[in-house]
């Protein structure tokens, strides 16, 4: 992978959970040439329904996911926050990479978390074909009898 592909990269995060395996997972490709880091976090609102959750409460949450990537890579590239409104996830994320000329869309893949279930039916074929940026995924691979868990360049 060349540095320019990650240079200025956006990255979806959905929780805290997610935030924390995706810095473990990022944590492998981000280097000196990753200049910045644009940590995009999409408060999904229902059209026609109550919100999920009081909007106080979800932005509190979206800034302990801001947070947390901050806190990961202290001292490392520029983090950038991003915070999307919107019915459709997905052209929040990509209205995002527009919006921030990222170079790259890249996330980790999460077993259970919310973006893996979003790639895991069209909405994924929706990302990979209406992004003008290449969509990258940082899978993570369990170690055989061990809780540790790598990146795939990893093992």
């Given at each position: ?64 996911i801001f947070e947390i ?17 919107g019915t459709d996830v ?66």
């Amino acid at each position: 992978m060349t540095n320019s592909l990650i240079e200025q990269l956006l990255v979806p995060i959905a929780n805290e959970r997610d935030a924390r395996a995706t810095c473990d997972a990022l944590e492998s490709v981000v280097d000196d040439g990753v200049e910045t880091i644009t940590v995009v976090h999409v408060l999904e609102q229902t059209s026609g329904y109550p919100d999920k959750a009081p909007f106080e409460a979800r932005a509190t949450a979206a800034e302990s996911i801001f947070e947390i990537v901050e806190t990961w890579f202290q001292g490392g590239p520029e983090i950038r926050r991003e915070l999307r409104y919107g019915t459709d996830v997905v052209e929040e994320i990509i209205t995002a990479a527009e919006a921030v000329d990222a170079s790259a869309i890249g996330f980790a893949h999460q077993p259970e978390s919310r973006l893996k279930r979003l790639l895991s039916n069209t909405e994924s074929y929706r990302l990979i074909t209406e992004s003008e940026q290449p969509v990258l995924v940082f899978s993570r691979v369990e170690s055989a009898g061990s809780d540790e868990t790598q990146t795939d360049s990893e093992a």
